[in-house]
């Protein structure tokens, strides 16, 4: 759990997370890739920003980057640091509305950028990985809901 | 920053320096050595000072501050000296032994109590020696295991009631013990005292888990036993056990009860009932708290004020347990929050590996929104700026209709030359040397482009309203004296010969007409006006003044009725007839609409100018209509597909041939397309047409050759265009499917030219701009007294202009012929299909298809380009050797 992060280093296996896409060989990412669109960031860029129309879905390939959002007032709140293989940016991806929260780097990396586009893509051409995707995220905005029901 | 709802240890603040806390623990040592001594010495005194003393202090410590007795306890004392004085051996506790370590100091805490009544309460001996016991393991863990995990948050008995009575702390003190921390035990209490009971009562373990709420739920049944039940003489040992046990098991019983009939939850559960004992031993325990006070000093406390305690105990618990359920209204936040989708750490690799496989180096920085794209191998800079849908208006893809062009502000000089077409486009635009096209440019280094340097033909808005009625020029003739040239049409076959004509002669009049009335626009964007946000303004392929640049008049709107071939001079529907000495004809081609009565319906469309796709929006708009029939399996059927799925209609297409675009497609790629448009929720129609179309209310039903009904709103035609050769016919010109032009674009009047979609001449196939542009710069050679023919430079290519899906063709795929040879070569990874399909006749190439291999196409093409080239069979297998990924993955079908 992420309050037992003893060496505050490398996170310790969170059983929260929702797993997607797992289990695809090189080549199957090769075609994710292939029909996606790769960024490389620098430390502290702004890669999502809150409020910001855009549909794309995320996948931290490497670096590590923090989720924030505006509190009362304007003040900046980080809301958790989210490490490489991380998926983001899921609840525009669904609803196309505003980004919820804003996303900074705060190391260089990369990151996957799946639009609709590349997303219509990728299902054209390999429907179950479209499938996979969907019920794996279905899953976890599930988790969310049944947890906020209960809040 | 924020406070966090969860502080770890080191976000913790020292209440106390640590020197503070060592003398402390110092005398609590140094006063259970005491106590054992009197224990042993002086059991009298020592019983009563242990039980109805020290003893009683600890459960209310345990509620407020549990980090003080945690710090300062004597067995924790003696349980990290050890790690102090460096001789601990820290091993570390096994998985097992910490499932282990929990059971048994909840046993033996329960063990403990109930062996009060029968021994502990009035043997000081015994007592002695447990306490002894204690210290002596305490000590003896500490030496054999890392941290604390050999006794405090593991096997000590005290540990489950401190974490009980302790979950939600009124006031948390930093452990003084661990820096750093050595993350020797689950869940630990030091590590984060606020998140303990949650990672305990949510522990996936559910063997950890259960153990927590069981010791919970039969805490308050303990404390009622213990108090309200004696051991005599008269009972036997299990007779007593027995009756101890009996509230314990009901406590147990209604906690699940409450979770499964009345589902409240586990850890309000586990809040409530452990308060509940708190608050029951307070309530029992003060009057003899009270006795023993009275035994050992002397001093008599009054009912009154131990009923105040009593009630002041109560509080305390409900405050715990309003801290608890705030701590747990944020725990619960901090997880919705917390909670994401990830690829496991074994995928993360997998990608990595994928990633650095498919990907050059090449990066391309766009600097007025501070994008990086990375360009994949094969693809070109419009595809990389359309992956990362940035604004960019692609057009033919191939270099001629200019609607992309792109400022590199850093680099340029490190890419390949522009080729031939993408030169002449430059130059149409002004841009030769400022922009490249981006359909044309594969950087092989990084560049840096800007999107929004001011380049674009058409300009700002206060020019746009100008555009319908713009003409320049007047119909007056009082310039006899220059040469008149007239050209009718100004889609790319007519705007050529008019720029070549300006380019070559500075002196002769030209004026351009058109019915159209917009000026030179690019037609393979019509699809991006279906749903588009710009209307047509994206799609002009002209700067504002280039016809003024130019001297050039142009005429917009204007509908020439016939020609007068005697008199030189042409007949407008507004009734003036403007003189020329020679004629050029662009007239182009029309969508073809065959006559049955069906196709005249309202809502059956043709896409071929930009009032046909203004014309088909609006009705999309007005009608909400929800599915469409694209009738023609070509080329532009399978682009209007796009258009149409972006805004959001079911589409079907319907294909005469055995599969689509038959004639540029081999029967393998034609069914990879198929499948890919399938997958995209197309319904594909082959080997069949339309038989009728029935209009039923708002309804029409497309019924197919196979006798397949079709429901549908819309019926988009794309069977093909026929060239316009109205006008040509009141010139009395010969004409057969269009006009009929020599090598030199002439017709059968000498005066009279004819380029485009309307000339028609042997090997040129219509619709294509590569065409209409080489023909027109012939018209114009000519007309100028010069000696050029038109003749077939390269083989014609098509690159489908279908997102997702890279198809190219070029040539023709003759496959049962004599002497053709055919390459193929395909390749399945992941789910991108790759096919590559050439004919070649005795080592020249004479066509082919690529699918998805866009570098073999581009060295075949190119290879295909050079005149008289033969190929060995080696050189060609060569060819294919570009795409690794075909050659070392894929097998030869």
């Given at each position: 759990?992420?309050?037992f992060n003893?060496?505050?280093?490398?996170?310790?296996?969170s059983?929260n997370n929702i797993?997607?896409l797992?289990?695809?060989?090189?080549e199957?990412?090769?075609?994710?890739?292939f029909?996606?669109?790769s960024?490389d960031?620098?430390?502290?860029?702004?890669?999502?920003?809150?409020?910001?129309?855009d549909?794309?879905?995320?996948?931290?390939?490497?670096?590590?980057?923090e989720?924030?959002?505006?509190?009362?007032f304007g003040?900046?709140k980080?809301?958790?640091?989210?490490?490489?293989?991380?998926?983001?940016?899921?609840?525009s991806?669904?609803?196309?509305?505003?980004?919820?929260?804003?996303?900074?780097?705060?190391?260089?990396?990369?990151?996957?950028?799946?639009?609709h586009?590349s997303?219509?893509k990728?299902?054209?051409?390999?429907?179950?990985?479209?499938q996979?995707?969907?019920?794996?995220?279905?899953?976890?905005?599930?988790?969310?809901?049944?947890n906020k029901a209960?809040? | 920053?924020?406070?966090?709802?969860?502080?770890?240890y080191t976000?913790?603040?020292?209440?106390?320096?640590?020197?503070?806390?060592?003398?402390?623990?110092?005398?609590?040592?140094l006063?259970?050595f005491?106590?054992?001594?009197l224990?042993?010495?002086?059991?009298?005194?020592?019983?009563?000072?242990?039980?109805?003393?020290?003893i009683?202090?600890?459960p209310?410590?345990?509620?407020?501050?549990?980090?003080?007795w945690?710090?300062?306890c004597?067995?924790?004392?003696?349980?990290?000296?050890?790690?102090?004085f460096?001789?601990?051996?820290?091993?570390?506790l096994?998985e097992?032994?910490?499932?282990?370590a929990l059971?048994?100091?909840v046993?033996?805490?329960?063990?403990?109590?109930?062996?009060?009544?029968?021994?502990?309460?009035?043997?000081?001996?015994?007592l002695g020696?447990?306490l002894?016991?204690?210290l002596?393991?305490?000590?003896?863990?500490?030496?054999?295991?890392?941290?604390?995990s050999?006794?405090?948050g593991?096997?000590?008995?005290?540990?489950?009631i401190?974490?009980?009575?302790g979950?939600?702390p009124l006031?948390v003190?930093?452990?003084?013990?661990?820096?750093?921390?050595?993350?020797?035990?689950k869940n630990?209490?030091?590590f984060?005292?606020?998140?303990?009971?949650?990672?305990d009562?949510?522990?996936p373990?559910t063997?950890?888990?259960?153990?927590r709420?069981?010791?919970?739920?039969?805490?308050?049944?303990?404390?009622i036993?213990?108090?309200?039940?004696?051991?005599s003489?008269e009972?036997?040992?299990?007779?007593?056990?027995t009756?101890?046990?009996?509230?314990?098991v009901?406590?147990?019983g209604?906690?699940?009860?409450?979770?499964?009939l009345?589902n409240?939850?586990?850890?309000?559960?586990?809040?409530l009932f452990s308060?509940a004992?708190?608050?029951?031993?307070?309530?029992?325990g003060?009057p003899?708290?009270a006795k023993g006070?009275?035994?050992?000093?002397?001093?008599?406390i009054?009912?009154?004020?131990?009923?105040?305690?009593?009630?002041f105990?109560?509080?305390?618990?409900?405050?715990?347990?309003i801290?608890?359920?705030?701590?747990?209204?944020?725990h619960?936040?901090?997880q919705?929050?917390?909670?994401?989708a990830v690829?496991?750490?074994?995928?993360?690799?997998?990608?990595?590996?994928?990633?650095?496989?498919?990907?050059?180096?090449?990066?391309?920085?766009e600097?007025?929104?501070?994008?990086k794209?990375?360009?994949?191998?094969?693809?070109t800079l419009?595809?990389?700026?359309?992956?990362a849908?940035?604004?960019?208006?692609?057009?033919?893809?191939?270099g001629?209709c200019g609607?992309?062009?792109?400022?590199?502000?850093?680099?340029?000089?490190?890419?390949?030359?522009?080729?031939?077409?993408?030169?002449?486009?430059?130059?149409r635009?002004?841009?030769?040397?400022?922009?490249?096209?981006?359909?044309?440019c594969?950087?092989k280094?990084?560049?840096?482009?800007n999107?929004?340097?001011?380049?674009?033909?058409?300009?700002?808005e206060?020019?746009?309203?100008?555009h319908?009625?713009?003409q320049?020029?007047?119909?007056?003739?009082n310039?006899?004296d220059l040469?008149?040239i007239?050209?009718?049409?100004?889609?790319i076959a007519?705007?050529?010969?008019?720029?070549r004509l300006?380019?070559?002669?500075?002196?002769c009049k030209?004026?351009?007409?058109?019915?159209?009335?917009?000026?030179?626009?690019n037609?393979?964007?019509l699809?991006?006006?279906?749903?588009?946000?710009?209307?047509l303004?994206?799609l002009y392929?002209?700067k504002?003044d280039?016809?003024?640049e130019?001297?050039?008049n142009?005429?917009?709107n204007?509908?020439?009725?016939r020609?007068?071939?005697?008199?030189?001079?042409i007949?407008l529907a507004?009734?003036?007839?403007?003189k020329?000495?020679?004629?050029?004809?662009?007239?182009?081609?029309?969508?073809?609409?065959?006559d049955q009565?069906c196709?005249q319906?309202?809502?059956?469309?043709t896409?071929?100018n930009?009032?046909?796709?203004?014309?088909l929006?609006?009705?999309?708009q007005?009608n909400?209509?929800?599915r469409?029939?694209?009738?023609?399996?070509?080329?532009?059927g399978?682009?209007?597909?796009?258009?149409?799925?972006?805004?959001?209609l079911?589409?079907?297409?319907?294909?005469?041939?055995?599969?689509?675009?038959?004639?540029?497609l081999?029967?393998i790629?034609g069914?990879?397309?198929?499948k890919?448009?399938?997958?995209?929720?197309?319904k594909?129609?082959?080997n069949?047409g339309i038989k009728?179309?029935v209009?039923?209310?708002?309804?029409?039903?497309v019924?197919?050759g196979?006798?397949?009904?079709?429901?549908?709103?819309i019926?988009?035609?794309?069977?093909g265009?026929r060239a316009?050769?109205?006008?040509?016919?009141?010139a009395?010109?010969?004409t057969?499917?269009g006009?009929?032009?020599?090598e030199?674009m002439?017709?059968s009047?000498?005066d009279?030219?004819?380029?485009?979609?309307?000339?028609?001449?042997?090997d040129?196939i219509?619709?294509?701009?590569?065409?209409?542009?080489?023909?027109?710069?012939?018209?114009?050679?000519?007309?100028?007294?010069?000696?050029?023919?038109?003749?077939?430079?390269s083989?014609?290519?098509?690159?489908?202009?279908?997102?997702?899906?890279?198809?190219?063709?070029f040539g023709?795929?003759?496959?049962?012929h004599?002497?053709?040879?055919?390459?193929k070569?395909?390749?399945f990874?992941?789910?991108i299909?790759?096919?590559?399909?050439?004919?070649?006749?005795?080592?020249?190439?004479?066509?082919?298809?690529?699918?998805?291999?866009?570098?073999?196409a581009?060295?075949v093409?190119?290879?295909?380009?050079e005149?008289?080239n033969?190929?060995?069979?080696e050189?060609?297998?060569?060819?294919?050797?570009?795409?690794e990924?075909?050659?070392?993955?894929?097998?030869?079908?």
């Amino acid at each position: 759990m992420q309050y037992f992060n003893y060496n505050q280093e490398k996170p310790t296996s969170s059983v929260n997370n929702i797993s997607v896409l797992s289990g695809l060989n090189e080549e199957e990412w090769e075609m994710i890739i292939f029909n996606s669109h790769s960024i490389d960031f620098l430390a502290d860029e702004i890669l999502l920003k809150e409020g910001e129309v855009d549909n794309a879905l995320y996948i931290l390939v490497s670096g590590k980057v923090e989720v924030l959002s505006s509190s009362l007032f304007g003040r900046e709140k980080i809301l958790a640091c989210i490490e490489e293989g991380s998926v983001f940016g899921e609840i525009s991806f669904f609803d196309n509305l505003p980004r919820t929260a804003s996303i900074r780097s705060l190391t260089a990396g990369k990151v996957l950028r799946i639009s609709h586009k590349s997303f219509d893509k990728i299902a054209a051409w390999n429907p179950k990985i479209a499938q996979q995707l969907l019920f794996d995220l279905g899953r976890l905005l599930a988790y969310r809901f049944r947890n906020k029901a209960i809040l | 920053m924020n406070k966090p709802a969860f502080p770890n240890y080191t976000q913790l603040p020292s209440r106390l320096p640590p020197a503070i806390w060592w003398f402390f623990r110092g005398i609590v040592l140094l006063i259970t050595f005491l106590q054992i001594y009197l224990l042993f010495f002086k059991p009298e005194i020592g019983l009563v000072l242990f039980w109805q003393l020290l003893i009683p202090l600890l459960p209310l410590s345990f509620a407020i501050v549990p980090g003080v007795w945690r710090n300062i306890c004597p067995m924790a004392f003696l349980n990290q000296l050890p790690r102090k004085f460096g001789i601990s051996k820290e091993k570390t506790l096994s998985e097992n032994l910490k499932k282990v370590a929990l059971y048994t100091s909840v046993i033996a805490f329960i063990v403990f109590v109930l062996f009060r009544h029968p021994v502990l309460n009035h043997s000081g001996v015994y007592l002695g020696l447990v306490l002894l016991l204690a210290l002596f393991l305490a000590l003896v863990g500490g030496l054999i295991f890392k941290g604390r995990s050999g006794w405090c948050g593991t096997f000590c008995p005290l540990a489950p009631i401190q974490k009980a009575y302790g979950h939600a702390p009124l006031l948390v003190v930093k452990n003084g013990y661990c820096e750093p921390c050595l993350g020797c035990q689950k869940n630990c209490y030091d590590f984060n005292p606020r998140a303990a009971v949650f990672s305990d009562l949510n522990d996936p373990d559910t063997w950890w888990s259960e153990k927590r709420k069981f010791f919970i739920a039969l805490l308050p049944g303990l404390i009622i036993a213990f108090f309200n039940i004696s051991y005599s003489a008269e009972m036997t040992l299990l007779q007593y056990l027995t009756s101890m046990l009996m509230p314990m098991v009901t406590s147990v019983g209604l906690f699940y009860i409450l979770h499964n009939l009345f589902n409240v939850g586990f850890y309000k559960l586990a809040s409530l009932f452990s308060m509940a004992a708190l608050s029951l031993f307070y309530w029992y325990g003060t009057p003899v708290v009270a006795k023993g006070i009275f035994i050992l000093f002397d001093i008599s406390i009054s009912e009154f004020l131990i009923t105040i305690f009593q009630y002041f105990v109560a509080v305390v618990s409900l405050l715990v347990i309003i801290r608890g359920l705030f701590s747990e209204y944020q725990h619960k936040k901090s997880q919705l929050n917390s909670t994401q989708a990830v690829i496991g750490v074994g995928d993360v690799g997998t990608l990595q590996s994928a990633l650095s496989h498919t990907q050059s180096l090449v990066q391309i920085t766009e600097e007025s929104t501070g994008s990086k794209l990375v360009l994949q191998p094969g693809k070109t800079l419009l595809d990389a700026i359309e992956e990362a849908e940035l604004p960019i208006m692609p057009g033919c893809r191939m270099g001629m209709c200019g609607s992309d062009p792109v400022v590199i502000t850093n680099g340029m000089e490190g890419l390949d030359p522009p080729g031939e077409a993408e030169l002449t486009t430059l130059r149409r635009l002004g841009l030769e040397g400022k922009a490249r096209l981006a359909c044309c440019c594969k950087p092989k280094k990084n560049i840096s482009i800007n999107l929004k340097a001011d380049l674009s033909p058409s300009t700002g808005e206060e020019d746009n309203q100008n555009h319908e009625l713009e003409q320049s020029g007047t119909l007056e003739e009082n310039d006899d004296d220059l040469f008149k040239i007239i050209i009718i049409g100004n889609g790319i076959a007519g705007i050529s010969t008019a720029e070549r004509l300006r380019e070559k002669d500075s002196e002769c009049k030209i004026t351009v007409i058109t019915k159209e009335a917009y000026p030179f626009y690019n037609r393979m964007g019509l699809e991006k006006v279906l749903y588009g946000r710009t209307a047509l303004q994206d799609l002009y392929l002209m700067k504002e003044d280039w016809y003024k640049e130019n001297n050039i008049n142009s005429w917009l709107n204007t509908q020439v009725n016939r020609i007068d071939t005697e008199n030189k001079q042409i007949i407008l529907a507004i009734g003036k007839a403007v003189k020329y000495d020679k004629l050029v004809l662009a007239t182009g081609a029309t969508a073809f609409v065959p006559d049955q009565p069906c196709y005249q319906l309202p809502g059956v469309f043709t896409l071929r100018n930009a009032d046909d796709a203004l014309n088909l929006r609006a009705w999309v708009q007005q009608n909400s209509v929800k599915r469409a029939v694209i009738l023609g399996g070509g080329v532009l059927g399978v682009e209007a597909i796009e258009a149409l799925l972006e805004i959001g209609l079911d589409v079907s297409i319907v294909n005469t041939g055995p599969y689509l675009m038959n004639r540029q497609l081999d029967e393998i790629s034609g069914d990879i397309l198929s499948k890919f448009l399938v997958n995209k929720g197309v319904k594909v129609f082959t080997n069949t047409g339309i038989k009728d179309i029935v209009q039923q209310a708002d309804i029409k039903q497309v019924e197919l050759g196979n006798g397949e009904i079709l429901k549908t709103d819309i019926v988009l035609l794309c069977i093909g265009i026929r060239a316009d050769i109205a006008l040509a016919k009141t010139a009395k010109l010969i004409t057969n499917r269009g006009v009929i032009v020599d090598e030199q674009m002439r017709t059968s009047d000498p005066d009279i030219f004819c380029v485009g979609d309307a000339a028609e001449l042997p090997d040129a196939i219509g619709g294509l701009w590569a065409i209409g542009s080489d023909q027109g710069k012939v018209a114009a050679n000519v007309l100028l007294g010069e000696d050029d023919y038109y003749s077939t430079k390269s083989l014609p290519t098509v690159q489908l202009k279908v997102s997702g899906i890279d198809l190219k063709s070029f040539g023709a795929l003759k496959e049962s012929h004599d002497g053709y040879a055919i390459n193929k070569y395909g390749s399945f990874t992941g789910g991108i299909i790759r096919w590559t399909y050439v004919v070649s006749k005795k080592g020249v190439l004479v066509g082919g298809v690529f699918v998805n291999t866009p570098m073999v196409a581009n060295n075949v093409i190119s290879a295909s380009k050079e005149i008289d080239n033969v190929l060995t069979s080696e050189e060609l297998q060569n060819l294919f050797l570009i795409d690794e990924k075909v050659i070392k993955k894929g097998k030869i079908w």
